[in-house]
C-alpha cells in the first residue's frame, strides 16, 4: 500500500516511490516499476476549494476560522471543469509526442458519477504517442480534490499498463478515513490523525524518519535498517534512548505489545524542561497544542530485519494519541 498526504493506493509490493511533493494542497506523487522496468503511475492533486486561488489578504486567511466561531457554512465551491483540465494535460503530452515525431492519438469517455456514495466525478481517458498511458481525471465532494491519476508506459507495456491500472483505481482513496492519513513508502505502513502535517523528513537507504506537527504537539516515527547488526551492539532500548528525541533518563519503561505482533520498549514521562524549551523552538514559538508529556516505544521485527520507533509530544487533552498511532502501524 502506498500512501503520502491523504491519498492511498495499492499497487505490486516490489513497485518503488521514486518521487513525490511536501505539498498537500497541491502536490504529486510517483511510483515505478523495478528493475529497469518502463512502467510507472503518476498521481497528481489539487484542492478545488484552496485558499490560495484568491489573494492572500488577511480576510482570506482569518475568513475560516470566523466562519467556524459564528457556524456559518463554507462558501460553495465552484465546479471544477473536468474536461477541460484533462484536454490541458492531453495537449501538453500531445506536444511532447510531437518533439518525439510520434503520432499521438488519445480517447476521452463521458463523465460519470462514482464512488461507494457518488462522491466522484470522474472521467476516463487513455493515449498512445512516444509511449502510452492510460488514467482517470475525477473530483471528489468529500474532500472537495481534483485528482488526476494515470499508469504509463512503453507501447509494449499495453498489458502491464491495463493490470497496474485496474487494481490503481480499485484501490485509490483521495482522502482520510476514519481521521486518519496513511503513510506508506519503503516498508513502512502508518496512520497518523489527519489534522497533523509533515514537517519533515529523512529518507536514506537505512534510515528513514517522518516528523508530524499539529501546532506544537509532534509525532516522530522511524525506520532503521539491518537491525540484527544493530543488536548486536546495542538493545532496542539502549539504540532507542541513543536516538529518542530528548533526554529520557528517569523516563518510565514497561514492555508492551506495539500492536504490530511485536513486544517491545515503551518510555514515558513529563517532558522535561529541557525538552519543552526544545519543542518551543521546533514550533516557532507556537503554543497552540503545546505538548507536556511524551510517550515513546521500539520494537524490532524479525521478518523485515528492521527497527521501529514511535515517538508522540503531546498535551494532556491528546492522552491516547501514542496508543492509536501504534496500533495502525504495520512493519510487515
Known amino acids: ?22 505539498d498537500r494542497e497541491n502536490g504529486h506523487i510517483r511510483v515505478d516499476s523495478p528493475g529497469a522496468g518502463t512502467v510507472s503511475v503518476q498521481v497528481r492533486w489539487s484542492n478545488a476549494a484552496d485558499s490560495r486561488q484568491g489573494p492572500q489578504t488577511p480576510y482570506y486567511m ?80 468529500v474532500c472537495n480534490r ?6 504509463i508506459g512503453m507501447a509494449k507495456d499495453h498489458n502491464i499498463i491495463g493490470n497496474v491500472a485496474s487494481q490503481l483505481f480499485a484501490t485509490f482513496h483521495d482522502h482520510s478515513i476514519e481521521g486518519f492519513d496513511l503513510w506508506g513508502l519503503y516498508d513502512l505502513q502508518a496512520s497518523v490523525p489527519d489534522d497533523f502535517r509533515l514537517e ?37 532500548e539502549e539504540w532507542f534512548r541513543a536516538n529518542a528525541y530528548c533526554n529520557t533518563a528517569g523516563f518510565t519503561v514497561t514492555r508492551e505489545s506495539m500492536g504490530t505482533g511485536h513486544d517491545g520498549a515503551k518510555l514515558s514521562a513529563p517532558l522535561p524542561l529541557t525538552a519543552r ?23 524490532h521485527c524479525a521478518q523485515s530485519n528492521k527497527l521501529f520507533s514511535i515517538q508522540v509530544l503531546h498535551n494532556k487533552k491528546s492522552e491516547g494519541l501514542w496508543e492509536s498511532v501504534v496500533q495502525r502501524c504495520l512493519c510487515h
Open 146 to 151: 481534483v485528482v488526476i491519476a494515470q499508469v
Open 62 to 141: 482569518l475568513a475560516p476560522y470566523f466562519r467556524k466561531w459564528l457556524k456559518r457554512p463554507n462558501p460553495t465551491v465552484a465546479k471544477t471543469d473536468l474536461k477541460q483540465s484533462l484536454e490541458k494535460m492531453l495537449n501538453d503530452t500531445a506536444k511532447d509526442a510531437k518533439k518525439g515525431r510520434a503520432v499521438f492519438e488519445s480517447q476521452m469517455k463521458s463523465e460519470k458519477v462514482e464512488g461507494e456514495n457518488g462522491e466522484r466525478t470522474a472521467i476516463s481517458f487513455s493515449w498512445t504517442g512516444s509511449g502510452r498511458g492510460q488514467g482517470k481525471i475525477w473530483r471528489c465532494n
Open 200 to 236: 519533515s523528513h529523512k529518507l536514506m537507504a537505512g534510515h528513514l524518519q517522518l516528523v508530524f506537527a499539529r501546532g506544537a504537539e509532534r509525532i516522530i516515527l522511524n525506520r532503521w535498517g539491518l537491525a540484527n547488526i544493530t543488536l548486536k551492539k546495542f538493545t532496542e
Open 1 to 22: 500500500m502506498v500512501g503520502w498526504q491523504g491519498v492511498r493506493f495499492t499497487l505490486p509490493p516490489e513497485w518503488n516511490v521514486t518521487g513525490f511533493s511536501l
Open 277 to 299: 524549551f526544545l519543542a518551543l523552538r521546533d514550533a516557532k514559538g507556537s503554543l497552540r497544542q503545546f505538548p507536556t508529556r511524551y510517550a515513546g516505544g521500539v520494537w
